[in-house]
């Protein structure tokens, strides 16, 4: 049962960060806006916006990773200190 509750804490923590970062997204569209014009040409946007949204996605699954490293670290240390208590 606390599986359950780890896996839909872990899909809402994946949800949220992908809607939150969208910064790089924006920022090189905006980049390839000018270079496209002044080129004359589509393959700035394609490029600028393409990697932007790689950037979004590969900050968003680290930092869900890490927030989920640390849950599992916090979990493992109430473990270890419950069963050093029951030892006593």
Known sequence: MAS???VKHIEDCSVANALGTWVFSVAGA???IPIGI???SLAP???FGTTGTMVDII???SAC???HAE????ILEQQTSSDDDDTF
């Open 71 to 74: 849950r599992q670290m916090k």
């Open 65 to 67: 990773e890490r927030e």
């Open 38 to 40: 002044k080129r004359k």
């Open 45 to 47: 946007l394609v490029f």
């Open 30 to 32: 905006l980049l390839a």
């Open 4 to 6: 359950q509750e780890d």
């Open 59 to 61: 900050l968003g699954i």
